[in-house]
C-alpha cells in the first residue's frame, strides 16, 4: 500500500448534512402508528355502540294477544213434539241460534211451547228455554212471539213505553222498529206491527231441572247471581229475524 493510500483511508470524511433529524422522524413515525390504530379501535367501538342501539330502538313485536275462550258445542235437549208449522220452524230456528247467543252453555233445553189464547192472546206463542252455564248454574228464559192481534190488543205501544218515565229503555233501530230494554227483559216492536218478547225467569223451572242434571225440587235448582244473559244478548235474541211471529 502506498504512503498515499495510508493517507487516505486514515481521513474522516464528513458526512453531508441529512436536513432532519432521524431519531425525531422515528419517533413521530411511531406516534402517527399508534394514533392511528387508536382511532380505527375508536371507530369500531362507535359503530358497534351505534348498532346496537339500532337494534334496541328497532320496535318489539306486539305481545299475542289472549286465546279467545273456546267452548264445546252445547248438548240441544228438545222436550216438546212441534203441533204445528209455526212451531216447527221456531224450534228449528232455537236450534241453530242459541249456541252462539248463549255461547259456554254446557246444555240448553227447549221446554215446552204454550199459548194463552183468547181474546186478549189471539196469536202469542211462548217458548221455554232452559240451560247450564259455563260454571254449571242454571237459567231459564221465555221468548214470546207476538203476533199483530195481541200487539194490538194487548200491548202499549212502544211511543208511549218510551215517553213513560220508567227503567226502560229505548232504542231506535236502523229500520224503523223499536227495542225497548229493562233489566231483565226485552221487548223488539217489529215495523210490521208483530213483536218479540225474551224476559229472564230466573231459576230453572222444576220440571226442566232433572232434563239438565239439577235437583228437581221447588227452590232446589242452583242459578247464577244476577241475570240469566246480559243486554247484548238479549237484543240478540229479540232482534233475530229468524224468529218469525203469526
Known sequence: MTDMETR???????????????????TKA??????????????????????????????????????????????????????????QRTLDHLKEALPTVLAGARKILIGGFYSMGGELHPDELTVTLSFLDHEGAGHSLNLGLI???????????????????????????????????????????RTDGTAVDVSDVGKVYPDDAPALGLPAGPGAAPFADGTAIDERQLIALVTDPGFVAQ
Open 147 to 189: 203476533g199483530k192481534l195481541t200487539v194490538s190488543r194487548n200491548m202499549v205501544p212502544p211511543a208511549e213505553v218510551c215517553a213513560a218515565p220508567q227503567e226502560s229503555r229505548c232504542e231506535k233501530r236502523p229500520d224503523g222498529s223499536t227495542v225497548v230494554l229493562s233489566p231483565r227483559s226485552a221487548v223488539h216492536y
Open 8 to 26: 487516505l483511508r486514515e481521513v474522516s470524511l464528513a458526512e453531508p448534512p441529512l436536513g432532519f433529524d432521524p431519531d425525531d422522524v422515528v
Open 30 to 87: 411511531a406516534k402517527r402508528q399508534r394514533t392511528r390504530r387508536a382511532t380505527v379501535a375508536t371507530a369500531v367501538v362507535t359503530l358497534g355502540i351505534a348498532g346496537a342501539a339500532v337494534v334496541a330502538l328497532r320496535p318489539s313485536p306486539p305481545p299475542l294477544a289472549p286465546p279467545a275462550a273456546t267452548y264445546l258445542p252445547p248438548v240441544i235437549i228438545v222436550k216438546p213434539t212441534p203441533r204445528n208449522p209455526l212451531e
